[in-house]
């Protein structure tokens, strides 16, 4: 059983052999791909032409464009259904407490300041270690508290840079 959320709207999709169900309804369809990632769809005497946008394997989500409309997908499999259910699905939130130096190097750049709104995967700060230079990213959302260096300073492994 998995649950699916498009748009916001809810759905229990169960799959049984060669057979769908949608909120305990038979789903009969012929799919057909067309191209890398383009599908001919005939549902209920009815045409469709699908197209993967995007697809996000950690969080669980998948952009489609049928006929024209734009429809984001979110699927919880039976372990994301067991969390919600025993409340721990939330313990691995996109939340930061701190960023650590991930090398030792030479900070080159900072992108952001104290205050800022970050979100995961913004460019917050770029680090130089052994002649390259490095784009570190937000690993998650949170307001930046304290910024612990400062461009031309030296970090080592693990040292602290940014607080949350």
């Known amino acids: 059983m998995y649950k699916a959320i498009v748009n916001e709207k809810a759905m229990e999709i169960a799959f049984d052999k060669d057979k769908i169900t949608i909120d305990e309804n038979?789903?009969?369809w012929d799919i057909v791909e067309i191209g890398k990632q383009s599908f001919h769809i005939i549902?209920?005497?009815?045409s469709y032409r699908a197209e993967v946008l995007a697809f996000d394997k950690e969080a669980k989500t998948v952009t489609l464009r049928i006929n024209g409309n734009k429809y984001t997908v979110e699927v919880k499999?039976?372990?994301?259904l067991l969390l919600e259910r025993l409340g721990m699905d939330k313990l691995a939130s996109n939340e930061i407490k701190d960023i650590k130096a991930p090398m030792p190097?030479?900070?080159?750049?900072?992108l952001i300041?104290?205050?800022d709104e970050v979100?995961?995967?913004?460019?917050i700060m770029i680090l130089e270690a052994m002649k390259m230079e490095n784009v570190l990213k937000s690993p998650g959302d949170g307001i930046v508290?304290?910024?612990k260096v400062k461009k031309g300073d030296g970090?080592?492994?693990n040292q602290v840079m940014i607080l949350f």
């Open 113 to 115: 300041k104290e205050g």
């Open 105 to 110: 190097g030479l900070v080159l750049d900072i």
């Open 145 to 147: 508290k304290t910024i």
């Open 43 to 46: 549902h209920k005497d009815k």
């Open 119 to 123: 979100k995961k995967g913004d460019q």
């Open 77 to 80: 499999d039976k372990l994301d």
């Open 26 to 28: 038979s789903f009969d």
């Open 155 to 157: 970090v080592d492994k």
